[in-house]
């Protein structure tokens, strides 16, 4: 019954590297988002997709590509990958709302990323 | 976008003091202000939200206020215990840019027993 769940939680790789990280929601969201959690705790908005946009942050690498396969999924692709990709990874979702609807964001476990 | 600072980067409290963590937004379009609990090593969990219409939260142990005018709002944690101690962020969502959420950049909050 896990709401947010992601996979691997942990991800070694070399530098170079092609590497995905798969997230599923099965609360019935329509919005998934991507954030990154560097070493000092920040938490960075990547991506936020819903059926309708994709909103891409201004700061994040071309290498770095969202791929949602159906409204449950929104899967992460890394090309290159660099030393300063080392990061967790979240995968969140929520429902696209306004004032008088339910806004809370659920969060995945996070996946580790280590690139050597 | 929203640009969301939140003060003070670590804070210290002994067990059963008050604990007040703020955080100013600059988006007046933000129309909801989560507060997340994150322990070492785990995912952010929802511990507490406002949205704009509303000026005061009150959940237990844990307040939160809204100062629109002034694009602020702070959380208050009473009779804190050790299992306080974790990492808070707050965040503001604006309907701007896909309605994304913009996070603070944490408080470290140790309770010290």
């Known amino acids: 019954d896990t709401a947010v769940s992601q996979t691997p939680k942990y991800l070694v790789t070399q530098m170079g590297n092609d590497k995905s990280i798969k997230c599923e929601q099965n609360?019935?969201?329509?919005?998934m988002y991507w954030y990154k959690q560097d070493s000092k705790k920040f938490l960075k908005i990547m991506f936020s997709?819903?059926?309708?946009?994709?909103?891409i942050n201004e700061t994040v690498p071309n290498r770095f590509s969202p791929k949602s396969p159906d409204k449950a999924h929104l899967n992460l692709h890394i090309n290159s990958l660099e030393l300063g990709d080392s990061a967790v990874y979240f995968c969140?979702?929520?429902?696209?709302?306004?004032?008088?609807?339910?806004?809370?964001?659920?969060f995945g476990p996070g996946t580790r990323l280590t690139v050597l | 976008g929203e640009n969301v600072e939140q003060h003070p980067s670590t804070l210290s409290v002994q067990e059963g003091d008050s604990a007040v963590i703020k955080c100013t937004y600059s988006d007046s379009a933000s129309n909801y202000f989560p507060w997340y609990k994150q322990e070492l090593g785990k995912r952010p969990q929802l511990i507490i939200d406002i949205r704009s219409n509303v000026g005061e939260k009150k959940d237990q142990r844990i307040a939160v206020t809204l100062n629109k005018t002034a694009k602020h709002f702070s959380l208050h944690i009473t009779e804190t215990q050790p299992e306080d101690s974790a990492v808070y962020f707050c965040?503001?969502?604006?309907?701007?840019?896909?309605?994304?959420?913009?996070f603070g950049t944490g408080t470290s909050l140790t309770v010290i027993p």
């Open positions: 965040a503001a969502r604006t309907p701007r840019n896909g309605n994304q959420f913009y």
């Open positions: 969140a979702s929520s429902l696209l709302a306004g004032l008088s609807s339910y806004n809370e964001q659920f």
């Open positions: 997709y819903n059926n309708k946009e994709l909103i």
């Open positions: 609360l019935g969201h329509d919005t």
